[in-house]
Every structure is written in C-alpha cells, then in structure tokens.
C-alpha cells in the first residue's frame, strides 16, 4: 500500500454545502417556469380566500433547494395572496436561531428548515409541530401534493420520528460510488457489488495506478462517523438499539464494521484524516483517486466541467452488499411548521405548494433536490440520466434500512454528540494510537458519561 501526496491547499474546493450537494447553473427566472397546473390555481384561490393578507416566515440555510423555492416565492406570493418572508442563514446558525425563538416564544418563524439530524431533539423539545393530521387530510392537503409519491426512505425514515410525522422533504441524500470509468476499463475492471470487491479495487488502484485508490471522509468527529457509517450497517445494526436506545457501540459487528472502514482508509491519499465531504469531493474532482463514495446530492458538481476534470469518465454505482446486507445512508432537509407558529395553516399552504408533486419538476429544474419517485424514474436531461438510476438505488438500499425499522441516524438523545465522540476515537484509530477495539471502548464510556 502507498498513500499519495496530500493535495495542496489552493486544491482544495471549498463547496460550503454540509448534506445536500452543489446544484449547476441554473435558470434563475421564474418566468421561465410552466404555466400553473389547474389544480394548483384552483387550491391557491380557496386559500387565497382563507389566508390572504397573512405572513408566513421562513427560517432556512444556504442551499440549492432553498435557492429554488425563493425563485419559486414570487408566484406562490400572487396565487395565495400569502406574503414570505425569507431569514437564510448559515447551517450553524440555523439550529441556533430556531431553538432561540421558540425557547423566548418570540414566534418570529412559521416554517422551519430542518436537519435529519436535530429531529429528535426538535421533537422532544417541542420546536417544531406534528403535521401528521395533515398529510392525511384531504380538506387540509390536496390531490395533488401527492404525499404517496415522496420517497418510502424519506417519508418513514427522516420526516417522521417515533411514528409521528413533523416534516416535508425538500433535499435528501444517500451515498453512492462514483469511479473513474477510464481506469476501471484500461485495467479490466468491473465497479464493485460487495464490500470485499470495494477493498480489492481501493487497495489495486493505489498500488497499480498514479491515484488514490479511493476518497471518503475522515476528519476527526462528527465527519469520521458519518464516512464509517456509510457503510455501517453492511455490517452491524448500528451503534444504538434501534427498540431499547441501549448502546451497542462496543459489539463485535461493530468493531467489525470500524476496522474495514480503517482497512478502506488505507487507500485513501495521504491527508485523508483531515478530509470532510468537501476534500474527499475535492481530490476525486481533481483526478487524484479512483472512487469516491459520498452524498448523491453531491453528483451535480462531479458531472459540472467548470469544477470537474474527471468529467467525462465517470459513472455511478449503488452502495454494495456487506455480510448484512445491502443497505444505504440516509440524510437530508425537510419543511416543519414551528410549533407556536401563529399561522400555522399558512405555513402549510407554503409547504404544500413547495413540495408538492405538481411543483417538483419546476422545483428541480431550478435546483431543488429531487425527493420523489416520480422525478428519479424520469430523468430529463443527459446529466439526470447518468447519475439518477444509482441515486433511485442508494434510496432503495436506505429504505431497506428503514424497513428494518433501523434509522440509520440513530433517534437517540445527543444523538449528535454521540456521534461526534465516536469520530473523535475513530480518528485515534486512524492515525493508530488505538486498535478498533479500543476506540469504540473508549467512545462508549464517554457516551455513556453523557447519559
């Protein structure tokens, strides 16, 4: 084995985007979005007759989808009558800001933008509302919204939390494999569909090629558990019981589980410890490694040749078989209501319209994440057509998860924190200071001390 030269800094693509990925140019204009569906204008008048007049705020981060639905504001302003107000901010500053205004019960928000990750701790606090009613009332939530439609990984896997829905996907993600076709083809190989072949193929490109054998994340913390539980759960049900919340860290199956992703590592270039989501991009972008496994949301910059040299030799593949299974990460952003939102029912006026069936293609098509069935099944462009089937087969592989009734973002108290420990010893294992063994050990005594 042989790690290649870290890249220098000034390689580095900053991309500035935690989950969902960089969307591609796109028309900005809203007129250059479809005349409005009939049922749709129909809808908005009975609501416009309702809640004209009213004012409905958003809390949101700096994202593609947030980007697309601002484009999409303007209408939804004139058919409803409804006024929005936009607060974007940074991620870091979001979760901030949303707990802030509902502890001082200021009730500046009306519609939240919300991390799979805070669900859990949202819920238990009562920031955001249960709209289960909702989705299932025909008076409340039209035809057309189509609720059906939206992915089985998203709509019982991120929007809901102990049975009870509070959110709306508007960006979602899984992990898929892109790898360079113009190696895998002057080498004679095939794209792996077992995590064995995965290993093979990382540790035979680092040795017979001038790249990398692979890119993943592995900066110490919260992105190091995110880059092992990419592939987590091929072999372990995960770190918490998914029935009791007892920790699980320390079994076999997990250890297992860390010492293949330590093993992967080890055909990954030389700086790969200080890698989030961004630099793994950054280095497989750059043609210096021959896979990559990350966020399909990410797949539009891969594919953009003003920030990709590897753009015209690459393909995708869905996640592999592991000893347990084939199964697929599962992350992203929804649309909640606040849970003392004075408009409530504007709120979800705003929602309804924006994630609706009937809207998503213009919501894609200005930049949005694609989040149901509907539009993976019929890609529209060349670029869509490249990467879509393996984004449909990540999706799959994460709803096999969730029908397992495991989340693969365990629904545990400081589930966030917790993870963040795991990655802080993951990362000692990485640099060898520890055996796999011995950093989850270490990680569960902490987490343990956390309550």
């Not at 057509?385 to 973002?409: H, N, P, Q, T």
């Amino acid at each position: 084995m042989k790690r290649r030269a870290s890249l220098p800094t000034a390689a580095v693509l900053v991309i500035g985007l935690a989950i969902a990925g960089c969307a591609s140019e796109r028309d900005t204009n809203p007129t250059a979005t479809a005349d409005v569906d009939p049922a749709v204008a129909e809808w908005a008048e009975t609501v416009k007759e309702q809640h004209e007049g009213e004012t409905v705020t958003i809390a949101a981060q700096t994202h593609p989808s947030t980007e697309a639905m601002q484009t999409m504001t303007p209408q939804f302003e004139e058919l409803t009558g409804i006024d929005v107000v936009w607060d974007v901010v940074d991620q870091n500053s979001l979760k901030q800001k949303i707990e802030l205004d509902f502890q001082s019960n200021n009730q500046a928000y009306d519609v939240a933008m919300i991390d799979s990750f805070w669900i859990s701790g949202f819920t238990e606090k009562g920031v955001i509302a249960d709209i289960s009613d909702r989705v299932t009332d025909a008076e409340q939530t039209p035809e057309f919204f189509d609720y059906e439609d939206i992915l089985p990984a998203y709509r019982e896997g991120l929007d809901k939390y102990d049975g009870v829905t509070y959110g709306v996907q508007i960006a979602g993600e899984s992990r898929f494999l892109a790898y360079r076709t113009d190696l895998f083809e002057e080498h004679g190989k095939e794209p792996p569909t077992t995590t064995d072949e995965l290993l093979e193929l990382a540790a035979y490109f680092d040795e017979n090629s001038d790249v990398s054998g692979i890119a993943m994340r592995a900066q110490k913390g919260i992105h190091f558990t995110s880059g092992l539980m990419t592939l987590m759960y091929q072999f372990s049900d995960g770190f918490f019981d998914p029935e009791t919340n007892e920790s699980m860290v320390t079994s076999e199956d997990n250890v297992q589980a860390l010492e293949y992703y330590l093993a992967l590592l080890e055909y990954a270039p030389s700086d790969v410890a200080s890698y989030t989501h961004e630099e793994a991009l950054s280095a497989f972008m750059g043609g210096h490694a021959a896979m990559w496994f990350d966020a399909t949301a990410i797949a539009p910059s891969i594919i953009d040749p003003d920030q990709s040299v590897v753009v015209d030799d690459v393909a995708f593949v869905g996640p592999p078989e592991g000893e347990n299974g084939t199964y697929g990460a599962l992350a992203g952003w929804s649309l909640g209501i606040a849970g003392n939102s004075e408009n409530a029912d504007a709120a979800w006026a705003f929602i309804t319209y924006m994630t609706s069936g009937a809207m998503a293609p213009t919501y894609v098509e200005l930049g949005g994440v694609p989040t149901r069935t509907s539009v993976l099944e019929n890609p529209t462009t060349p670029e869509q057509e490249l990467y879509y089937g393996a984004m449909l087969e990540a999706l799959d592989a994460a709803g096999a998860l969730v029908d397992r009734g495991i989340s693969w973002l365990p629904q545990v108290p400081l589930s966030d924190e917790k993870l963040t420990v795991i990655g802080n010893y993951g990362s000692e294992a990485l640099a060898g200071s520890l055996t796999a063994e011995e950093a989850l050990q270490r990680a569960d005594r902490e987490i343990a001390a956390l309550g």
